[in-house]
Every structure is written in structure tokens, then in C-alpha cells.
């Protein structure tokens, strides 16, 4: 391992590369560590810190809400507009789903498409959490219209910039860009994370109490360490289909036998962003339309206002379980769309190939879809758990849900991590193998 990172070093295009990673990281850090003006940072600190639905969107997004910065958003509505544009592509939109045949060419266009998308998305996330957050807890110096407009600029300005920044990664440095900067911004909060942690469960204990904060604090580390290794395992656990060419006339036996491999969890955390949102939307929304000037309370929109705080509270029974059944039915969802047993029995046929003792056609789609389906059961089951974990340990337990680990953040950590390492360690085979080729 020290020998491959001391390689990677010595090798001057990967050396450039990795550089120029960490300035363009170092940027979105900086950023994010500059307040936008016109907020009141005393009031951030009181009344944003510890609000799970902050933590969720700093996690998904790479934002920092917590210090109203112009990185605040992060890379969250490029996200959503790209998932939006993705699905809007699968046959829903002809005109989108035509782009998509286009190769290079038409990855460009939905590409522009997806960054205007996510422009629009970007300002209206901006106006309508700079307007609640204000009404909620009076964050800004100047609460006029005119105040809220040039912060959801600032905000836009800033969510694009990074936008660009993933690109420039993507272009000319490690990895994939947008995921490296949802990666900077999760390891970024870890110190901070676990030194909360240990100041409320050890510092801030009752007297007599430290010892056993000390045992908790102790027990999250072990939790923590447990989780990386379960996520790991389950990121490369695989599905192995074997299969076989027409043309081959030799014996079948592992040593002829191609595989096609079906991941455990082919939605990665997508189906944890929808359903958050989903979850999180409705009480954004009347959020908004109860600041209005034009609103009138009525016993009706105060029924709805209360059912939309119970269900986006993660730590009531009710939302709690809401949340869950929405990630494992997103995860089905999210798999089918990506992994389409009828394409890839097309392309079996196409290739010639087959899937030993089953009839090629529809029998082998059935058969796809069968072993999909069984395995995106295991992968639903574990995505719930690791997104479920944090607020089970707040209902079961006296510990915070925004002190306890976070699965779903751990699974983006891990999975970026895993790509990068196998990201540079192709660059330097390749590197290498060019190099022996030239003697």
C-alpha cells in the first residue's frame, strides 16, 4: 500500500493530477467557510446547530447550512436535476430519450439541460430556505425581499461554481468530480462530529455520569468502525451469473465460464435522497406558504402543517417508519431503472452469449429479473438499516440522532474512497505499461 502511494507520487501526470485535486478542494473549503452577507452568525449558531434535517441536507448535498455560506447549497440541486433529467430520459420525454442515443454529442446536450435545470432548482432552494430559516430563527440583519433575492443569487452563484469545480476534477484531476466534492465535505465534518460527540456525551455528562459518556463515546467509535467494514463488504458483495459463448466447443467448467455481475445494491444512496426529499418537501413547502403575507390560518392548513412535522421527524415511529418503507421501495425503483434485464438480454444475444441451462429470449430475462429482484431485496434491507441507524439509536437510547453515525454518509465515504483508490491505481498500471512498452 505505501509502495503504490509512493509510486503514485513519483509519477509526474498522476502527482499533477492528485494536486490538482486537493487546490480545487481546497477552494470548496474556503468557500464554504465564508458567511454570505447580511446574516446574523450568532443566530446560525443557535438556531441551525443540531437540526437533523440540516445535517441531511449538508450530507446528501457537500452544503454547510450550518454557516450560511455561499458553498451552503453545495452540489444538491445539480444532483437532483440530474436525477430528475435521468428519469425524465428512461421513455418519458421522447425528445430527452433521443438525446440519449446520440452518444457524445447528445450526453452534451442533457448535460446543458441538466445544468439550467439545476440552476432553477438551486434559486428556488435558496429563496425558500433563506425565508424559512429566517422566519424560524430571524438569521438575517435585513429580512426585505430585496435581501432574500441577492442571498438566493449568492447561493445560486456559489452551488454552480462548484458545479464547475467537479467538472475541472473530473477533467484534469482524481476520480469523479461531484462525488470528491460530497466526499471533501463529509470527511471535512468528522472532526467536528466526533468532537461533539465526545463534549455531549462525556464533558457535558453529569457529575458522576463521565465514565459511562465515556463508555458511549467508545461504543460510537466501535459503531463506527463496524459500519466502514459491513458498508465495504457489502459495496463488492456481487451476484455472478455465469455465462457462456455460442461459438465455444470446449467442456463447461470455471476456467470457460465468463460471469455477469449484478451489484447487491445497484441504487447506491439515490433511494436515501429521494425519499428525504420526498419526506422533507411538504413541510418546506407550507414552511413557505405560512410566511406569506396573503396566508390565513385556518384549522385545516394547522392539521396539515402538524402531520408534515410529525411525518419529516425521523425519530418519531410514525416518520421513522414512513422513511424506511419509502428507501426500500425507492431502491427497487432505482435498480429497475438502471439495471434493465430486457437491454441486457438483448446484449447477450447480441454477443452471443448465454446463460448456461436457461433458454436464451425471454426465459433468460425472466431469469435476470428473478435474481435482480432477490438480490435488491438484501440490498433494500441493508440500505434501510444504514439509513434507519442514527435515529433507532436516538429513540433507543438517550444519544442525539445528530451525533450518532452516519450510515448513509459512510456509504458515500467508503464508495468514493474505493473508486478513487481504483481510479489511480489504473492510471498508474497504465502509466507503467505505456513505460515498458517505450523500452
Known amino acids: 500500500m505505501f509502495n503504490t502511494f509512493i509510486s503514485l507520487f513519483k509519477n509526474k501526470d498522476i502527482r499533477t493530477k492528485i494536486l490538482f485535486t486537493l487546490g480545487m478542494l481546497f477552494i470548496f473549503r474556503l468557500g464554504a467557510a465564508i458567511t454570505v452577507p447580511g446574516v446574523d452568525t450568532s443566530k446560525l449558531v443557535s438556531g441551525l446547530s443540531g437540526n437533523d434535517l440540516i445535517t441531511m441536507m449538508n450530507m446528501l448535498g457537500a452544503g454547510s447550512w450550518q454557516t450560511f455560506s455561499v458553498f451552503s447549497m453545495g452540489v444538491g440541486p445539480y444532483i437532483t436535476a440530474s436525477i430528475v433529467i435521468e428519469l425524465l430520459s428512461m421513455d418519458v420525454i421522447p425528445a430527452l430519450t433521443e438525446l440519449t442515443k446520440n452518444g457524445q454529442k447528445g450526453r452534451q446536450q442533457l448535460d446543458k439541460i441538466t445544468r439550467y435545470l439545476g440552476v432553477v432548482l438551486a434559486y428556488l432552494q435558496a429563496y425558500t430556505m433563506t425565508l424559512t430559516f429566517d422566519k424560524a430563527y430571524g438569521i438575517l440583519v435585513n429580512n426585505t425581499t430585496t435581501t432574500y433575492l441577492f442571498i438566493a443569487t449568492v447561493m445560486t452563484a ?6 464547475w469545480i467537479g467538472d475541472r476534477i473530473a477533467a484534469s484531476g482524481i476520480g469523479n468530480g461531484i462525488s470528491m466534492i460530497i466526499f471533501a465535505g463529509i470527511v471535512a465534518n468528522l472532526p467536528y462530529q466526533f468532537s461533539n460527540s465526545y463534549s455531549t456525551l462525556v464533558t457535558a455528562a453529569a457529575e458522576g455520569q463521565e465514565f459511562a459518556g465515556l463508555l458511549k463515546f467508545i461504543a460510537l467509535i466501535v459503531l463506527y468502525i463496524a459500519i466502514i467494514v459491513l458498508v465495504i463488504f457489502e459495496s463488492q458483495a456481487t451476484r455472478k451469473i455465469p455465462i457462456q459463448y455460442t461459438s465455444s466447443t470446449t467442456k463447461r467448467n470455471s476456467a470457460n465460464l465468463n460471469y455477469l455481475p449484478l451489484k447487491i445494491n445497484s441504487a447506491s444512496v439515490i433511494p436515501v435522497i429521494f425519499a428525504s426529499t420526498i419526506m422533507v418537501a411538504p413541510k418546506t413547502i407550507m414552511s413557505l406558504i405560512s410566511s406569506a403575507s396573503w396566508y390565513k390560518s385556518t384549522d385545516f392548513t394547522n392539521t396539515l402543517i402538524k402531520i408534515f412535522d410529525y411525518i419529516s421527524d425521523f425519530t418519531k415511529a410514525g416518520g421513522l417508519i414512513l422513511y424506511i418503507v419509502l428507501v426500500f421501495l425507492f431502491t427497487f425503483f432505482y435498480t429497475n431503472l438502471q439495471v434493465d434485464p430486457a437491454k441486457i438480454t438483448d446484449n447477450l444475444n447480441k454477443q452471443g452469449t ?18 435482480l429482484n432477490r438480490i435488491t431485496l438484501l440490498g433494500a434491507l441493508f440500505l434501510c438499516f444504514i439509513a434507519a441507524l442514527p435515529y433507532l439509536l436516538a429513540i433507543f437510547t438517550n444519544i442525539p440522532s445528530t451525533i450518532t453515525m452516519g450510515g448513509t454518509s459512510i456509504i458515500i465515504v467508503v464508495g468514493v474512497a474505493m473508486e478513487t483508490v481504483k481510479d489511480l491505481e489504473d492510471q498508474l498500471t497504465q502509466k507503467e505499461y505505456k513505460g515498458f512498452m517505450k523500452r
Do not use: D, H, K, N
Open 158 to 163: 456559489g452551488s454552480y461554481l462548484l458545479a
Open 354 to 371: 448465454y446463460i448456461p441451462g436457461i433458454r436464451p429470449g425471454t426465459e433468460t430475462q425472466t431469469y435476470i429479473s428473478m435474481v
